[in-house]
């Protein structure tokens, strides 16, 4: 039995890469996760198709910057292996991989960011785990209610 689209958030500090990195590149993958729950996610439930929200952590605003699309089903995340990489993990082993990535592609980026502020005090966000005090995965998953609104909040530039 084929299973729905899923949609998901996935966030980035700007200055480690951007909504605007993922426009110039078209696709990235998306590395770097050491977070089992994370991983797990990418590993497990993201397909090809699912949408994502790009939002941008560490920054002035906070917010949902654009819109992107997984491209690539989960798969090792090399740079577990590489010693010169800041992702490096000694104990993964790549017989038997413990971090996993996907690859993502730019849909669009919003006219303006749709702040954590605003999702905040949107009706029917108030689950939304984004907003949840102490919520610090950086993939999670989004209700089809949550995107539905979310995607009213603002407008998709290219």
């Given at each position: 039995m084929?299973?729905?689209k899923?949609?998901w958030?996935?966030k ?5 890469y951007?909504i605007?990195?993922?426009q110039?590149?078209?696709t990235?993958c998306?590395?770097?996760?050491r ?7 990418m590993?497990d439930d ?6 994502v929200?790009f939002?941008h952590?560490?920054?002035?605003p906070?917010?949902?910057?654009g819109v992107?699309?997984v491209v690539?089903?989960g798969y090792t995340d090399?740079?577990?292996?590489d010693?010169?990489d ?7 082993d790549?017989?038997?991989p413990t971090w996993?990535m ?8 919003f ?10 005090k949107t ?5 939304m ?6 919520s610090r ?16 909040l603002?407008e998709?530039a290219?």
């Amino acid at each position: 039995m084929a299973r729905g689209k899923r949609y998901w958030l996935m966030k980035s500090e700007p200055g480690v890469y951007s909504i605007a990195d993922l426009q110039r590149d078209g696709t990235t993958c998306w590395d770097g996760v050491r977070n089992y729950q994370a991983r797990n996610f990418m590993r497990d439930d993201m397909r090809v198709e699912d949408e994502v929200f790009f939002y941008h952590s560490s920054a002035q605003p906070m917010g949902i910057y654009g819109v992107a699309r997984v491209v690539r089903e989960g798969y090792t995340d090399h740079t577990a292996f590489d010693p010169s990489d800041q992702h490096y993990d000694p104990k993964s082993d790549p017989t038997d991989p413990t971090w996993m990535m996907v690859d993502i592609g730019y849909v669009g980026t919003f006219t303006e960011p749709i702040t954590l502020a605003a999702l905040k005090k949107t009706p029917g966000l108030e689950k939304m785990l984004v907003i949840q005090r102490g919520s610090r995965l950086s993939v999670q998953p989004v209700t089809p209610q949550e995107w539905d609104i979310v995607m009213r909040l603002g407008e998709l530039a290219g």
